[in-house]
């Protein structure tokens, strides 16, 4: 299967702070999704991206497909913003199947 | 309704017991998915439901495990004869079956094999 490995696996950040997440997988992809974990385990879809760039507020997402990476931005960092980010893929016959996830990035912002 | 429903939030259970959980799907989300997550791990794919039919069991961990969906609608995912090891979170998402959009997950059901 596709694997996906996520950096840093933490990371503490400031309030206010901009930050990039990244995610490599092993293989070409349909689908690719960016979760938010927060601290009470509530998974949040943030973006659908298997190509190009999408922002959303101070978030924002670019995938290249042809090299295998995304990245997430968090840009101007708030306390909320803390918890667990997940990427997660699906391969070339999973358009709305499985998705394999990345271990992920634990996100602390302080105050 | 206006997401996805997971019941109970919490389970404790005795080693031997089954155990049900129970996921009430986005209305009209024709695709629905069963993840678990182990204490500090990422999430592990269990099994796929495209409308009733389930097109990737890959992820069932044994025979004791088994899932349904009625109706293109609720799913219940069967523990049998439930193990320590099976203590986690059961997360359930659904997705409209269109490509474009992402998956919504259920809070989820914590349970606790004793």
């Known amino acids: 299967g596709i694997q996906v490995e996520q950096s840093p696996p933490d990371l503490i950040l400031q309030e206010g702070a901009n930050s990039t997440l990244r995610c490599n997988f092993s293989?070409?992809?349909?689908?690719l999704q960016w979760f938010h974990q927060n601290p009470w385990g509530q998974l949040i879809n943030l973006f659908y991206?298997?190509?190009g760039t999408k922002q959303n507020g101070r978030l924002s997402a670019t995938t290249v497909a042809t090299e295998r990476y995304s990245l997430l931005y968090i840009s101007s960092s708030q306390t909320t913003d803390s918890g667990v980010y997940f990427c997660?893929?699906?391969?070339?016959?999973?358009?709305?199947?499985?998705?394999?996830f990345g271990a992920g990035t634990q996100v602390v912002v302080t105050p | 309704g206006a997401g996805v429903s997971q019941s109970p939030s919490n389970k404790v259970t005795e080693k031997g017991k089954d155990v049900e959980l129970r996921c009430d799907p986005i209305?009209?989300?024709?695709?629905l998915y069963w993840y678990r997550q182990s204490l500090g791990q990422g999430l592990e794919f269990l099994i796929y439901?495209?409308?009733?039919?389930?097109?990737?069991k890959s992820g069932l961990p044994s025979d004791r495990f088994s899932a349904e969906r009625t109706g293109g609608s609720v799913s219940t995912l069967t523990i049998q004869r439930t193990q320590q090891e099976d203590s986690a979170v059961y997360l359930c998402?659904?997705?409209?079956?269109?490509?474009?959009?992402?998956?919504?997950f259920g809070s989820g059901t914590r349970l606790t094999v004793v």
């Open positions: 997660a893929v699906g391969g070339p016959d999973d358009s709305w199947g499985k998705l394999q």
């Open positions: 293989d070409s992809v349909n689908n």
């Open positions: 991206i298997p190509s």
């Open positions: 209305s009209g989300h024709t695709a």
């Open positions: 439901f495209q409308g009733n039919s389930a097109p990737d």
């Open positions: 998402a659904t997705h409209r079956g269109v490509l474009g959009y992402g998956y919504t």
